[in-house]
């Protein structure tokens, strides 16, 4: 078989409901709203529907996974996974951080340069590879460089400031030039975002343009009409980065990059006011615009392998780096994943085999032929069989890790062990006096053991030591140390069972697959 062309394209932080063709009440907020989440149901409002034709017909057509978990739920980690075939805590930056301790994973699992990861294996074995979009796995002193470039002018600048746009300039340039080469096995690196477009300045470049991404990603693939090389093109927007929001799309500067303000607005997908208009005609509410916009990202990358008469050789793959719902704990985790590959991958029904993001590279390596060296480590394993209909041995379980929490599903249960390391209880009060606690920004008089506890959640990081996104309220039981969830009765996690004694057989059971998943891991974690 001839190797494949292969496009990753990975959208960031998308739940279920935000593709029609998935079930928007399995996961995500619509999810929790559904099953009672008083919380949720006060602050969210349901997903009505959404308008993603083209992801849909790849759904239709391919195959679509309905129980592939991602490996960390939050960016940097889950990228790292995705790139690598590994679990983030391997990053070996992090594992110098934490010292032989256990480690907190967080935004600080980089990739570093003489790791063996997806586009250097691909471009080893004679592809041609791009990289189009969000990297956000520097490590963290060449990260700082770039940032400092970003936020070396006042932050009142704007992109008339020439001191401005030569700093924008040359930050983006050191973002493009780092994964160039040999070092990471990218060919062309273009249209990098080195973070969130939130934090970008000055302020008219602080925005989601995924035109632009996608603009240079049709550019290449355009390229490759006469090319006999194999192409690997991997295109990560910054969409939808929390649940969409009409508001947010409307207000988006259509000239905006991290590269500066553009001189031209990119032309390869439908227009803003195409796109409210076909949402408007559909009946949906503003938010769906960005589904739509997300969709017409897939539909103009899908129709540039068309132009170049490659759809037969080319397989697509669609997914997200974690969801939005249960970002940053081991609750929920499910994530989109769509393999499509006309002629070669036969319409599947919904595939509901359990699935890890580690597995995502090896698939990857296995389909496009591309042998392994002796010492590669990869914690996934290839679904390539299952894909093409050939005898594959099911996963019996997978795990996922973020800040100082595990997790396993097996067998219909999930666990979650939580382990702050390192912390005394004089210590979680002297930085809760200190004010580090966002939600409340006043010194608090000394609390207890479990009180303090509950105001930190458990993260253990000191410039962070506090609640994100709402997870306690979300989630009634995430400050127990040990939970166990009936995934078959209960898949959003709202009643945990590990203090019940008829699941004590199962809960033992969990804790002794969790360890041996951890036996593996290169940092210690207590079950």
């Not at 894909?387 to 929490?405: A, D, H, T």
């Amino acid at each position: 078989m001839k190797r494949p062309n292969i496009v990753l394209f990975l959208a960031e932080d998308l739940d279920y409901e935000g593709l029609n063709c998935y079930d928007a009440v399995a996961t995500g907020y619509t999810g929790l709203i559904h099953a009672g989440n008083s919380y949720a149901g006060e602050t969210e409002v349901p997903t009505q529907g959404m308008l993603t034709p083209t992801i849909d017909t790849m759904a239709g057509n391919g195959a679509m996974f309905e129980s592939y978990y991602c490996a960390s739920p939050i960016c940097t980690p889950a990228r790292y996974s995705v790139l690598t075939g590994r679990f983030p805590e391997r990053s070996p930056e992090l594992i110098q951080e934490a010292g032989g301790k256990p480690a907190t994973i967080w935004f600080n699992t980089p990739i570093m340069p003489g790791e063996t990861l997806l586009p250097k294996q691909l471009k080893q074995s004679g592809y041609h590879t791009a990289i189009f979009g969000k990297w956000h796995n520097y490590p963290t002193e060449v990260y700082n460089q770039i940032y400092d470039q970003y936020t070396s002018f006042p932050d009142t600048a704007t992109w008339d400031d020439p001191e401005a746009q030569k700093a924008v300039r040359r930050g983006y340039q050191m973002a493009a030039d780092y994964l160039r080469g040999e070092t990471f096995g990218w060919d062309v690196a273009e249209r990098i975002y080195y973070e969130n477009p939130e934090i970008i300045y000055p302020y008219e470049l602080s925005c989601q343009n995924i035109d632009w991404v996608v603009e240079g990603a049709v550019s290449f693939i355009r390229e490759q009409r006469e090319e006999e090389q194999p192409f690997f093109a991997y295109v990560a927007v910054s969409l939808p980065h929390s649940r969409y929001n009409g508001e947010r799309f409307s207000n988006a500067n259509l000239r905006s990059s991290p590269a500066g303000l553009l001189e031209d607005i990119p032309s390869v997908m439908s227009t803003r006011e195409e796109i409210r208009a076909r949402v408007k005609a559909a009946g949906l509410p503003d938010d769906a615009c960005e589904g739509l916009w997300l969709d017409e990202a897939v539909k103009a990358i899908h129709k540039a392998v068309c132009e170049i008469g490659k759809e037969q050789e080319t397989c697509f793959i669609f997914t997200t780096d974690h969801p939005t719902a249960g970002k940053g704990s081991c609750h929920l985790g499910r994530i989109p994943l769509i393999f499509y590959w006309p002629g070669t991958i036969e319409a599947l029904p919904p595939q509901r085999q359990l699935l890890s993001e580690v597995d995502l590279t090896p698939t990857i390596l296995e389909m496009a032929g591309c042998p392994l060296a002796p010492d590669t480590v990869l914690d996934g394993r290839s679904f390539w069989n299952l894909l093409r209909r050939q005898p594959f041995r099911e996963r019996e379980s997978v795990m996922m890790e973020v800040v100082n929490s595990r997790a396993i599903v097996k067998d219909g249960f999930k666990y979650i062990a939580n382990r702050l390391p390192g912390r005394s209880i004089e210590e979680v009060n002297l930085f809760l006096a200190r004010e580090l606690h966002s939600a409340n920004r006043f010194s608090h008089p000394p609390m207890d053991e479990e009180t303090a506890w509950k105001t930190v959640g458990w993260f253990a990081i000191p410039e962070r030591d506090y609640m994100f996104w709402n997870l306690d309220r979300l989630f009634p039981d995430y400050f127990d140390k040990d939970q166990l969830y009936d995934l078959r009765s209960d898949p959003l996690e709202q009643h945990n069972l590990a203090e019940k004694p008829h699941y004590k057989a199962v809960l033992k059971e969990m804790q002794e697959e969790m360890k041996r998943q951890l036996a593996n891991m290169p940092n210690p974690f207590s079950v």
